[in-house]
């Protein structure tokens, strides 16, 4: 049975809400993936990560940056879709976006809150495996969609960053998202 806007059902039997790849549609009469509204593109993260590489350290730098941003901005959604999918709950909340995020291939999540902090661990990020070793850390997109992530579930502003990038030889990527003083 297709949801409202006609990409696939939302819930699996009994009302229990489905894993965002069960709810995925891949159209051949245009080409697209979608979660419902939301259109999502495959892509290899050596070639995203690759464009990165290639520029100038500083305009490597404000990429990243903007990269995070505009994933942050746009991410927002489909957080909040996952949020209605669970209720008001910030632990299922936080569960709904880890098996997102590895159903779209960007890596095992782990978070662990606490007061006025969430920390994010991901192994086997593709940005870290699409880039290579780095002087400096590369999950940006990673960044972002934490920030959109903590935004939702605290419904606050939050400064993210990364702690540690599998990039520049750590074991995992390590994230903070810190929540902004009212």
Known sequence: MDDAS???????????????????????????????PRRYLLMRPDVLMGMLRRLPAEVRTAA??????????????SVAAYGRE??????????????AAADLGWGCW????GPGRLVLEVAHSPFADGHGPADAPVCGPIVGLLGAVA???????????????AACGAGCCTFEALWVAC
Request: hydrophobic letters at 40%; glycine letters at 14%.
């Open 6 to 36: 006609g990409h696939g059902r939302t819930h699996g039997t009994a009302g229990a809400p489905l894993g965002l790849r069960a709810r995925l549609r891949w159209t051949a009469d245009d080409g697209a993936i979608h979660d419902g």
């Open 64 to 77: 990243q940056g903007a990269l995070a941003a505009a994933v942050r901005d746009h991410a927002r959604d």
């Open 86 to 99: 669970v209720g008001d709950d910030p632990s299922a909340l936080l569960e709904a976006t880890a098996r």
């Open 110 to 113: 782990r978070f662990r809150a």
């Open 151 to 165: 935004e939702v579930a605290v419904g606050a502003d939050a400064d993210v960053r990364e702690l540690g990038c």
